[in-house]
């Protein structure tokens, strides 16, 4: 709301004004400046209903266990072997050549790994 108040008082101190047609907004009246402020406030409001809907639904996934974000790009089989590889000697570059990924990927999964084994 704060940008469209912004946008228009530009306007105004530019001597012109906004006229939306298909709304029948006219900023060069005092009702045409109401009824942008009006509009601008229901559509702060619905992104902000958008914003917590999104929340909630995101809240309800993970307490059902849902996995959020990208697919992992290792199973845990996969981490398993680079695990066991890596203790024997592979380097990061031949596991990430190896499983087609890169370096940082492994990385990660070890990482991973050693927290899993720490908790």
């Known amino acids: 709301m704060r940008d469209a108040c912004d946008i228009v008082d530009e306007i105004t101190a530019r001597r012109a004004s906004l006229h939306i047609l298909d709304l029948a907004v006219d900023t060069s009246t005092p009702a045409g400046k109401f009824m942008l402020q009006v509009f601008a406030a229901v559509a ?3 992104r902000a ?3 917590n809907r999104q929340a909630q639904g995101i809240a309800a996934a993970r307490k059902r266990g849902t996995h959020l974000g990208r ?3 290792l199973s ?3 981490i398993k072997a ?3 590889l890596r203790d ?3 380097s ?3 596991l990430a050549t190896t499983f087609a990924v890169s370096p940082r990927t492994i ?3 070890l990482q991973q790994t050693k927290d899993d084994a720490g908790d």
């Open 107 to 109: 990385e990660r999964a």
């Open 76 to 78: 845990t089989d996969q």
């Open 44 to 46: 702060e409001l619905e």
């Open 71 to 73: 697919r992992p790009a």
């Open 92 to 94: 990061l570059r031949t």
């Open 49 to 51: 209903q958008i914003r």
């Open 88 to 90: 024997t000697g592979a």
């Open 82 to 84: 680079v695990r066991a």
